[in-house]
């Protein structure tokens, strides 16, 4: 069993009383696991029947989460083509909270690694358009890759403070999600950095650090908008008492509901959420789409032939890059999908190009699972199909690209990508 703070101890015996052994007892066994299957590439039926991990049950909470056993669970193939997201299974349990509906502009302001962003895209099915924001620049990356391996067409990722995002987008958004930067106490078992930076003045620095967050939430809310605020700690004052002072300075918000989720109660670790609601009230007019000229879509469209039968629309050239934007944006966010670049005149096609289709959508070159770990690891393999681009994909679905030269495919994976 792990070593826990005395401190930590004695404010969750504070908290929890007559319950407290049974909390104690659940750090006996091993920190949950879990997967999300990503319903934009394939349904959870689809999923269980060809899953290359073992599932063990489905979780109360997301329709599309599972329980599952082993390790190594995100280094298979069918991981790198974005059929499905490893996430602790309560960590599902916040995005649904949003209710979001077709259309809805949406914001995940503390995004990365992206968890919850990949699952706020799975419910809004490609319409409207997410704003997933992650303020530290490497794990912005991550947030990047994450979500342009499964297939979100709709959404830019930006990497901003929250002070910067609100000056940009007051009054905007219909639905928000804080999944905050927390002290982590229900992510001990899992996160030995968490157990180790603890204290009490961590809790509350993250606290201050959270109260701040919220104020640039409420700045970007829509009127009538609806604010999800989650941490994975079991500190108050992370928790209720951030909601109750929240809503001492903002009399327009009404708490439709709060739930923790506590590791001796569920099959999980520890989250928290509430969720709010903003009072009718101003809601931003659009942005506009400007900068779309008939000939960007010219080498794409010549590119395409025989490779890709997929529709993609807004298609404009920033730079050398192509992309297929969003409606009711401003070009220079890049909201949408890169397609790829123009190169010595050619158009030479981006991995979220390939990430994004579908297995119809591709004239693929399937490969069994030797050749597609092998091209998940950066090798070429031999191919007698004739010279050019195309999508490989495994049991029909997308994992990136080669180009076929003189019996040779030459592998495009991204280097930070392979396994
Ligand atoms: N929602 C993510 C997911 O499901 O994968 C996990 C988010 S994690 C709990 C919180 C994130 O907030 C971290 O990525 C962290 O870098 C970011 N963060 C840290 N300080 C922040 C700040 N002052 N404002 C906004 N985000 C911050």
Not at 114 to 139: C, H, P
Not at 305 to 310: D, E, L, M, R, Y
Request: net charge neutral; with cysteine.
């Amino acid at each position: 069993m792990i070593s826990l703070p005395e401190e930590f101890l004695e404010r969750m015996k504070g908290e929890l009383g007559a319950e407290y052994e049974d909390f104690l007892q659940s750090y006996a066994t091993p920190a949950v696991k879990g997967v999300r299957a990503n319903t934009l590439k394939i349904t959870p039926e689809e999923f269980e029947k060809i899953a290359p991990v073992a599932l063990v049950g489905k979780t109360d909470w997301e329709e599309s989460g599972f329980y599952a056993k082993g390790d190594g669970l995100g280094k298979t193939v069918l991981h790198a083509a974005g059929l499905y997201y490893v996430q602790e299974p309560s960590a599902m349990c916040a995005v649904p909270e949003l209710e979001i509906k077709r259309g809805e502009r949406v914001l995940d302001l503390c995004a990365a690694p992206g968890g919850k962003s990949t699952q706020i895209a799975q419910y809004m099915k490609g319409t409207g358009m997410l704003v997933a924001n992650e303020i530290d620049f490497k794990r912005y990356g991550v947030l990047k890759s994450n979500i342009e391996r499964c297939g979100v067409r709709n959404a830019a990722v930006t990497c901003q403070s929250p002070e910067n995002l609100a000056a940009y987008y007051k009054n905007y958004f219909d639905k928000i999600l804080v999944d905050a930067p927390c002290s982590g106490e229900g992510m001990f078992k899992k996160e030995e950095a968490a157990l180790r930076e603890w204290s009490l003045k961590t809790v509350l620095s993250c606290a201050a650090r959270q109260a701040k967050i919220l104020e640039s939430a409420n700045t970007m809310l829509a009127g009538g908008g609806r604010l999800v605020y989650s941490t994975c700690t079991f500190a108050p004052e992370e928790d209720e008492r951030q909601i109750e002072n929240f809503l001492k300075l903002h009399s327009e918000y009404t708490l439709i509901k709060m739930k923790k989720l506590l590791p001796h109660r569920v099959k999980g670790e520890g989250h928290f959420f509430a969720v709010l609601e903003k009072a009718a009230g101003e809601r931003a007019a659009d942005f506009s789409l400007k900068d779309i000229k008939p000939n960007d879509k010219k080498e794409f469209e010549e590119f395409k032939q025989g490779v890709i039968n997929a529709e993609f629309k807004n298609i404009v050239k920033l730079g050398e890059s192509v992309y297929s934007l969003v409606d009711n944006f401003p070009a220079e966010l890049k909201a949408g999908v890169k397609l790829g670049e123009i190169k010595n005149g050619r158009f030479e096609p981006a991995h979220s190009l390939a990430a994004c289709l579908n297995p119809n959508e591709a004239n693929g070159l399937e490969v069994n699972e030797e050749t597609a770990l092998k091209y998940l690891r950066g090798l070429t393999f031999d191919c007698a199909d004739a010279n050019g681009w195309r999508v490989v994909t495994y049991k029909g679905y997308p994992l990136g690209w080669c180009k076929i030269v003189n019996g040779v495919a030459k592998n495009h994976f991204p280097k930070g990508l392979r396994i």
